[in-house]
């Protein structure tokens, strides 16, 4: 992940620096979400466990991401779940 370290955080305002700090997070979460769902791959269940679990706490944005790395990884392995979780996506 690309975080600038030279730059002086004190000349942002505040509101600024909660933007740039949620999108930090939020781009942690989806990261998080996919290295736990190559991990669990080998599972069915437990790969649609997880990834109904991601789809709760994901926002929009980042499900429509989650979706085509899914579909690029796991639709041979995993098409039918894949179908069944992102239906109302």
């Known amino acids: 992940m690309f975080f600038p370290e030279k730059i002086s955080y004190d000349k942002f305002t505040v509101s600024e620096k909660i933007i740039f700090l949620f999108i930090l997070t939020t781009n942690a979460m989806l990261n998080y979400v996919k290295s736990i769902l ?5 599972d069915a269940r437990l790969f649609e466990k997880e990834l ?14 989650l979706k085509r790395w899914c579909y690029e990884r796991f639709a041979c392995q995993h098409g039918e779940i894949l179908k069944r979780c992102f239906v109302a996506v």
């Open 38 to 42: 190559s991990k669990v791959s080998f």
């Open 52 to 65: 109904r679990k991601a789809l709760k706490l994901l926002m929009r944005e980042e499900k429509e991401e």
